[in-house]
Structures are given as structure tokens and as C-alpha cells.
């Protein structure tokens, strides 16, 4: 979402280079193009304002250390503030009170709320360890109560009926139902409207008067610009948040409502969508989302990811297999699925170091992902003993495979070669290993 601010924030950091000491004349030009960059985007004209300010008033004057140049030393000074700026440190979910804990989540209609609900149930449940169940008090659009239910099914966690058209009471019932069957955690999806209207907020007032909420979170959709603004504050002035949760921050959006909502209200982003899956639920780290913003990547975020989507018995089955040379097609297909559930290949490159200027080429990024669907309908497509002896594939079989992949020959071809080079690589690198600890043993 942030590709254009990081492509126009980088090129203005490359003015300052050349500078023995920041002064108010060179950073002038920088600050001015960063300033045109932001409200571009849709940054409130307050927030630019405020970051600009503060920008200039901490560089100007500073002397450029002799290890580091003087666009090092701005952009050191740009994180910093941009960090304070969206939050300065993680805020966590207040959680940990006498069972069951209530999140009430609040937002326009489209604002992915009902998806973001159960996503919170599954995060919960899979990283918190927690029992979570899940209620909607959508009265008015019984498709909504439908699918949150079908969701809760789907990611296994509790999910909570009621045929009274009353949202109090649903939402009171709830509660009970929750404490009566062991659930810690209720989270409440309230219903949406087109914009906000004084109904609405007559209702949430009610559900937080009756029971009490103890994380009222605004669910933000980051695509509709400078109105997110105007929905955060208008929510947070009638019934007082206590936390943000963005979705959609993986679109093309300019993104200005990020860098917006915590200025604007003086509550922190918990929570962000960043992507369709319902695992593609992620923690707001201020800093590190401030790193991606500058193009320095966020290989924190990736390593934690990692860690916790790719099974590591596979991983390790899969390395112990390319140093055998024993590596075969049905291993290449689960590795390209294990590293699907990073994420998108975009994001996944954006979080890497050096790798943001690639993410930003969609060209390159639709051709990346088209290869591989590409390369697991190929595999698909041949036979249990084709995935295990590659030596198989011969002319007819490799017409067939193309048929039934809706592929051609010459993709099946280029495929295979690929993949013994892959071998081949891999089978050098082990001899290597194995020489390298020969050579330690011998001494």
C-alpha cells in the first residue's frame, strides 16, 4: 500500500547526499517533496504538518557522523518521528480481566468487520492460546449473521445464535452463554451502516451501557482515504475507543489513513489486515511498520511469520533431502505451498531488505505468481510415480501433463530444467558441506 510514498520518500533522501552537516537550506528541498508525497497519499494536512515540523526541527544543525552520510543521518531522524507518529510502541489488547473478556468491534458497512471478527477469534485462539466465541448483533443483514457463523465453523471456534431482534440482549445473553460454557473471550460484531447515523450510535452506546466492553475497536477500511479520518474521530468522540484495527492495508491504496488514525484520535492501531486469508491478521509494531514505510524492509515481521506458518519438520525434510539429492517434485510442490503461506509474494518481498524496488515492479510480481500456479498445476498434473523419478517424462507423457495443466511442451521443458538445476546446485552444496567438516575433522 505505501509503494509510491516509499518510492518518492527514497528519491528526496537522495538529495541530501554530498552534505557534511543537515542545514535548514539542504533538507528544505527534501522536506518540501516529502510534505507534496504525504498529502498525495492522503495524510491529513495536520499530520504532514506535525511530522514536517518535527522533522526539521531534529536534523537541522545535527553534524553527519564520518560512518554515516547525511541522508543515513535523515532518515535515521524521519523513522524515528514517523514511529512516534503511528504509535511509538505496540499497544496489546486489554484482555486479561475476569472471563469472559468482551471486544466490541465497530465500523462502516464494507469495512471488512465480520472477516476481521473471526480473524481475531482464530488469532486469538491459534497465538493467545485463548477459547474465544464469537456473536453478531447484525440484525439487519442476516446474510452477515450467516456468514460470521459459516467463518466460526470454519476456523472452529464458538459461535453464538439468538433470535431476539433486540441487540442489548443478544448481546447480555451472549455474555452468559460465554461465562456458562467456558469461553474467555466474546467478541461482539456489531452491525455496519453506509455512513454513520445516530441509530447506530445509539446502539453501541447501549451495548457498552448494559455489559461491560472491555476493547471497543473501530474496524477501518485503508482504502477510502481521507474519510477514514473523519469515521475514526467521529467514533471515538461518541462512543470512546480504546483501539484501531486496518484492514486492507495489502491493496493499492495511497494509505494516508494509516499514517492518520493514531494522530487523529490519540488511539493506537492494534491490529492489520494484510491480506484475504483468515490467518492474514497481523500486530501493529509501530517501528517496524515505519521501516517498510522508508524502504528498509521489516525482516522482524517476516522471521516471526516464518516461524509461525512453515511447519520446521517439513522444512527440515525438504533441506535433507536437497543435500541427498533425493529432492523430487512432490517436495518442489510443497515448498512453494509452504512459502505461500507467508503471504503474497509482494509482501513477502517488501518485508525484506533491499527487496521493496522489486515489490513495487507489478509486472514482475503477476509473472512471479502466475509461474507459480503455473509450476503446481504442472505437478498436479502428472502421476504419483512422474512426481517421484523425473526420468519418466518422456515426449508423450510430457504432451499429457501439458494437456491436462493447460500448459505447453515447451513449459513442462523449461520446468524440468529448472528443477535439475536445482538439484544439481543443491547436491554441489552438500559435497561442499561434507568436504568443509572433512577438512575439520582431518585437522
Do not use: W
Amino acid at each position: 500500500m505505501f509503494e509510491k510514498i516509499t518510492e518518492k520518500l527514497t528519491s528526496s533522501f537522495k538529495k541530501l547526499r554530498g552534505n557534511s552537516t543537515l542545514t535548514e537550506q539542504n533538507i528544505e528541498e527534501s522536506l518540501k517533496e516529502i510534505r507534496m508525497s504525504l498529502l498525495e497519499a492522503d495524510v491529513n494536512y495536520k499530520v504532514v504538518k506535525n511530522l514536517v515540523e518535527s522533522i526539521k526541527q531534529k536534523a537541522v544543525g545535527q553534524e553527519v557522523l564520518d560512518s554515516v552520510s547525511p541522508s543515513e543521518q535523515f532518515i535515521k531522524i524521519f523513522n524515528d518521528e514517523l514511529t512516534n507518529l503511528l504509535g511509538s510502541e505496540t499497544s496489546h489488547l486489554n484482555i486479561k480481566v475476569s472471563p469472559p473478556a468482551i471486544i466490541m468491534l465497530a465500523g462502516l458497512q464494507g469495512s471488512g468487520k465480520t472477516t476481521t471478527a473471526a480473524k481475531l477469534s482464530k488469532y486469538l485462539k491459534e497465538k493467545e492460546k485463548r477459547n474465544p466465541c464469537l456473536v453478531s448483533v447484525d440484525i439487519y443483514r442476516p446474510a452477515a449473521i450467516q456468514q460470521l457463523k459459516i467463518l466460526s465453523e470454519k476456523i472452529k471456534v464458538g459461535f453464538i445464535e439468538n433470535d431476539s431482534k433486540n441487540v442489548v440482549e443478544i448481546c447480555s445473553k451472549a455474555k452468559d452463554f460465554a461465562y456458562n460454557n467456558g469461553f474467555d473471550t466474546l467478541i461482539i460484531d456489531t452491525a455496519g451502516r453506509l455512513q454513520i447515523d445516530k441509530e447506530m450510535i445509539e446502539e453501541l452506546k447501549a451495548i457498552k451501557k448494559k455489559i461491560s466492553v472491555h476493547e471497543t475497536i473501530l474496524v477501518i477500511d485503508s482504502m477510502i482515504g481521507q474519510e477514514a479520518i473523519n469515521v475514526a474521530e467521529k467514533f471515538n468522540q461518541e462512543i470512546e475507543l480504546d483501539g484501531m484495527i486496518l484492514t486492507k492495508l495489502d491493496g493499492d491504496a495511497r494509505g494516508g489513513a494509516a499514517l492518520s488514525a493514531k494522530f487523529i484520535t490519540g488511539k493506537p492501531i492494534k491490529f492489520y489486515g494484510s491480506g484475504e486469508g483468515l490467518e492474514m491478521l497481523d500486530i501493529f509494531h509501530p517501528e517496524r511498520m515505519a521501516s517498510r514505510i522508508l524502504g528498509m524492509g521489516d525482516i522482524v515481521s517476516l522471521v516471526e511469520k516464518a516461524g509461525e506458518t512453515i511447519n520446521e519438520d517439513e522444512a527440515e525434510k525438504i533441506s535433507k533431502k536437497l543435500v541427498a539429492n533425493e529432492f523430487n517434485f512432490n517436495d518442489f510442490r510443497d515448498a512453494i505451498k509452504q512459502m505461500n503461506k507467508l503471504g503474497s509474494l509482494k509482501s513477502t518481498l517488501s518485508m525484506i531488505p533491499g527487496m521493496g524496488n522489486l515489490s513495487k515492479d507489478e509486472k514482475a510480481m503477476s509473472n512471479a505468481n502466475k509461474e507459480l500456479k503455473k509450476t503446481i498445476s504442472i505437478i498436479d498434473s502428472m502421476t504419483t510415480k512422474e512426481r517421484l523419478d523425473y526420468s519418466l517424462l518422456n515426449g508423450s507423457r510430457r504432451r499429457r501433463i501439458a494437456k491436462g495443466s493447460g500448459t505447453s511442451v515447451q513449459d513442462i521443458n523449461l520446468l524440468v530444467k529448472k528443477f535439475l538445476q536445482m538439484r544439481k546446485m543443491s547436491k554441489n552444496m552438500g559435497k561442499m558441506k561434507k568436504k568443509s567438516k572433512n577438512m575439520l575433522n582431518f585437522n
